[in-house]
């Protein structure tokens, strides 16, 4: 008999507020340095809510927020801080 495998991605779990935030703060904790992580969460989360609705409240074009939250996308922190705000999140040092 062969197993059925489906393809998982964060975009599927990501249906509440809270679950991301709390994918955003893990991704905060666990990246690198380089903020590969921080942009894919961001670029997840933007999916998850609807990345058109996303693009118009931080005043780009959908196409180009795409591209600055892609694998290999390289965001100037403008852009992040953009796209935090428009999700309504907050940055804290602590």
């Known amino acids: 008999m062969k197993e059925k495998l489906t393809r998982w991605h964060p975009v599927d779990h990501l249906r509440s507020e809270e679950d991301q935030v709390a994918y955003f703060n893990a991704c905060i904790d666990d990246d690198p340095g380089d903020g590969c992580l921080i942009r894919a969460a961001l670029g997840d989360i933007a999916r998850a809510r609807g990345m058109t609705s996303v693009a118009k409240a931080t005043g780009m074009s959908r196409e180009g927020l795409y591209r600055a939250l ?4 390289n965001p100037e922190f403008a852009t992040i801080m953009r796209v935090v705000n428009a999700l ?6 602590v």
């Open 70 to 73: 892609a694998t290999g996308g």
């Open 88 to 93: 309504g999140f907050h940055l804290h040092a």
